[in-house]
């Protein structure tokens, strides 16, 4: 019984992996991480996607308090959105990185109102990703969960 | 001391981010290499041996570790990449050790710069499996030369103060 349970999460992670694919959400980068898990570091992608979520927000909060002020420091945000892309892209957070050039382009222009526009649409691609990824690590710990109690 | 033919090169990994170093690390261990990753120049050669601390310890930090090969971020704050191949290019010790560069940004005089003074390898982040097998060629290599690194500490055991002393002064650029 287990068996088929743990099948067909295994298929439920899959094809929503797949859609995010699909929705250019992930790129192939996603896949290399995916690849890289094995059974010595059955928790990779978890700990990746983890490790990603608590940096993004930390750089998307400091990112907001920046451009609250009346004169925006641009070469802390430039500072900022280059971590955040860098981030995104080791992750395959592929909208994510698009977001952050939009955002690194009117921050080299020295554009206040652009920068505020670029930043909401990443703080938006963020909170997709993150729900799709609580989703996906869901699935996970509940597979996990299954073949320990097969054990 | 002996080297076993098949004894796992140790590789030093430098990033400043997090993410980043549990990824090299990750690509590195599946490549079957050890691993000792550490997020700034300045600790990457602490580690390396070169630095005051060392030098009034009791225990020779530098004569067992063994640095085949070192992969470095380029965009860090403080000692960039480039920085630590410098020095790292620049110590009499430490020179003939491969040094790859890594960097999310792709800028060709950047890239130029590094491998003219002295980088192997200059990957584009993110780096992928494929990138870690090309390190292979570099750190076979650096094992058939003989030894400079271990045979430079056993020296230094035989007349501590005047060949340590003159070691460091090297670095002092």
């Known amino acids: ?151 | 001391m002996a080297m076993a033919a098949d004894a796992k090169f140790h590789v030093l990994a430098v990033d400043d981010t997090l993410i980043d170093r549990k990824l090299i690390e990750k690509l590195l261990k599946t490549s079957s290499y050890q691993v000792t990753a550490v997020d700034s120049g300045t600790r990457a050669l602490e580690f390396l041996g070169l630095n005051n601390k060392n030098r009034n310890s009791n225990a020779d930090a530098s004569v067992h570790v063994e640095v085949s090969l070192i992969i470095t971020d380029y965009c860090m704050p403080g000692m960039t990449g480039y920085d630590l191949l410098r020095k790292i290019k620049c110590s009499s010790s430490l020179k003939d050790i491969p040094v790859v560069i890594m960097s999310s940004d792709n800028i060709p005089s950047r890239i130029n710069r590094c491998l003219e003074d002295g980088a192997e390898e200059f990957f584009l982040k993110p780096v992928q499996l494929s990138d870690v097998n090309k390190l292979r060629p570099h750190l076979m290599k650096s094992r058939c030369k003989p030894n400079i690194n271990k045979r430079k500490a056993v020296e230094e055991i035989a007349s501590p103060d005047g060949t340590r002393s003159r070691r460091y002064n090297e670095l002092e650029v």
Do not use: W
């Not at chain 1, 608590?54 to 004169?71: G, K, S, V």
């Not at chain 1, 900022?80 to 957070?93: C, D, E, F």
């Not at chain 1, 997709?128 to 996990?144: A, G, P, T």
């Open chain 1, 1 to 151: 019984m287990n068996q088929m349970a743990i099948a067909a999460l295994k298929n439920q992670y899959k094809s929503f992996v797949q859609s995010m694919f699909d929705e250019g959400v992930l790129d192939n980068q996603f896949s290399q991480l995916q690849d890289l898990q094995d059974s010595s570091n059955p928790n990779f992608v978890d700990e990746v996607i983890t490790l990603f979520c608590n940096d993004a927000e930390r750089i998307i909060t400091e990112m907001n308090r920046y451009l609250n002020y009346q004169n925006v420091d641009f070469s802390k945000l430039d500072s900022n959105v280059h971590q955040l892309k860098g981030s995104s892209s080791s992750i395959g957070a592929h909208r994510m990185k698009l977001a952050c050039v939009n955002l690194q382009q009117a921050s080299y222009d020295r554009n206040k109102e652009e920068c505020v526009e670029a930043f909401n649409s990443i703080r938006h691609e963020y909170c997709l990703l993150r729900s799709k990824f609580q989703f996906l690590m869901q699935i996970q710990r509940r597979i996990v969960a299954l073949e320990n109690n097969q054990q």
